[in-house]
């Protein structure tokens, strides 16, 4: 865990003068996966792990930016319309500063000091815990108002303009704008959101890491995005009225799934569906009906396995084990898929044996170590003032 008087005095020993502090969470997604960016309903949780900023104004236009996670140091001048791409981390705290200042905000220039508790590259998003908390200490430095809203969009653009990843907007929008307590239904059209409460009485969230993460994890991204659109270009022939797969209809697309070619009727598939399940659990949640929940976990990881492909044999390891103990609720992949988490709902009087089993089994059946986290939910960005 960040120790957060270190770092402010790290950041007072390297740049002279004391600094304000900001975070923003990690998150893990209950369920809604590959919804975001087809204009679905996605249902995920910040977690109690942020990355912090300690941050102060310059009264030039330079942005120094050191990562204590990393160990490097780099800076950028805003007024410097050429960039260079430094380092990969360098790209969410550039890109979303960037972003800002395209969309007609006037950023000062800044010293940014970052450490971070969200596992790197673990599918718990810490890229979007860095844009946010980079993006919310850059405007708060300008005395910039913040819109939470504009703020997650930002942090999208810098992944689709310098990261060149084309994500959907669920991880920076609760990394923005989640409360602690809740997991944040949003719906991904209008950006409506509704915080509906976890009941930590009567469920444990574990993430489980399986510690494998694909290589092609970011073109496969993008190649799922562009299959779902001609699915859709392909549909709007019988149904001219839709612009994303939120539109489809099952009904509809039982009716019309012959027309599409084998894969791409398959990715269609799995995004109808996990939309109506997201829905369903969403209403599950509120009315405290776990065991509907859970059910509609398991659906949702076969269908990201089976149709949407975006599982890997770790993953499923760990499902198939999750089912089998005692006090398991629901398990499924989690985040954008091609190795990283599980989500579990584990009831509270299980964690410990359901933990010490999935661990032991996943090394027998892969050879691998799995890494597991009781996950508590936090709250999305802030500053923090003593
Ligand atoms: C990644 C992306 C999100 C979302 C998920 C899959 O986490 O950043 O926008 O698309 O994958 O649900």
Redesign the pocket.
């Known amino acids: 865990m960040v120790d957060r008087q270190a770092l402010q005095q790290k950041f007072l020993e390297m740049f002279g003068s004391p600094p304000r502090l900001f975070r923003a969470p990690g998150r893990v997604?209950l369920i809604g996966?590959?919804?975001?960016?087809n204009d679905g309903f996605?249902l995920p949780m910040a977690i109690d792990r942020s990355t912090f900023v300690a941050a102060a104004p310059r009264s030039d236009r330079l942005v120094r930016v050191c990562s204590l996670d990393f160990n490097e140091r780099y800076a950028f001048d805003l007024d410097d319309a050429e960039r260079q791409s430094q380092a990969p981390w360098l790209d969410y705290v550039e890109g979303v500063a960037r972003s800002l200042e395209a969309c007609g905000v006037t950023l000062k220039g800044a010293d940014l000091l970052i450490q971070s508790e969200v596992p790197i590259g673990g599918g718990l998003?810490s890229s979007a815990a860095l844009e946010i908390s980079a993006g919310l200490a850059l405007l708060s430095l300008s005395e910039v108002a913040i819109d939470r809203v504009q703020l997650a969009q930002a942090g999208q653009r810098a992944e689709h303009d310098y990261v060149g990843?084309n994500?959907?907007?669920?991880?920076q929008m609760a990394a923005a704008l989640a409360h602690r307590g809740y997991a944040l239904f949003l719906d991904c059209r209008t950006l409506e959101t509704a915080d509906i409460a976890i009941d930590t009485q009567t469920t444990a969230v574990i993430v489980c890491d399986s510690n494998v993460k694909h290589a092609l994890a970011s073109s496969e991204?993008n190649k799922r995005r562009e299959e779902c659109e001609i699915g859709v270009a392909i549909l709007k022939k019988e149904l001219p009225q839709i612009t994303a797969l939120r539109d489809v209809r099952m009904k509809d697309f039982q009716r019309y799934q012959e027309q599409l070619p084998e894969v791409i009727r398959r990715r269609c598939r799995h995004v109808i569906s996990e939309n109506a399940r997201t829905l369903e659990a969403a209403q599950m949640l509120r009315q405290h009906n776990l065991a509907a929940f859970g059910q509609l976990m398991l659906q949702s990881h076969q269908s990201l396995r089976d149709d949407y492909e975006v599982s890997s044999s770790e993953l499923d390891a760990l499902v198939e084990i999750a089912r089998q103990l005692p006090g398991l609720i629901g398990a499924r992949m989690t985040?954008?898929g091609f190795g990283g988490c599980t989500v579990n709902f584990v009831e509270p009087f299980a964690v410990e044996h359901f933990c010490n089993t999935l661990a032991t089994r996943y090394q027998q059946v892969t050879k691998r170590t799995a890494t597991l986290y009781h996950i508590h939910s936090g709250d999305g960005a802030e500053e923090l003032k003593d």
């Open positions: 997604n996966e590959h919804t975001d960016y996605v998003s990843a994500i959907g907007l669920m991880d991204y985040g954008g």
